[in-house]
């Protein structure tokens, strides 16, 4: 998988046993640099948070503070975020 940006809105989080820290993102868009435009995806996506470094207000915070709702803006490696910016 190549890397990819894309931003939307938590729509749940959880810890997962087997795979750590996923949520499902609503209304998600992922930036396409050929169209050079954001790209709405039709269904909710699935991301782990696991391994990701997560960004709000200018500070590092653990996925425990991530809550429905948020908008992000995230890097991710296909499943995986890399960097989140919550917004």
Do not use: C, H
């Not at 939307?8 to 050929?34: C, F, K, L, P, Q």
């Amino acid at each position: 998988y190549s890397q990819r940006i894309t931003n939307g809105i938590i729509e749940n989080i959880r810890e997962d046993s087997s795979v750590g820290w996923t949520m499902e993102i609503i209304n998600a868009a992922d930036w396409s640099t050929a169209k050079e435009k954001w790209m709405a995806k039709s269904a909710s996506t699935s991301i782990n948070m696991e391994q990701a470094l997560i960004m709000k207000d200018g500070e590092i915070i653990p996925q425990e503070e991530l809550k429905a709702g948020d908008r992000l803006f995230i890097v991710r490696k296909g499943y995986y975020a890399r960097f989140v910016i919550v917004k």
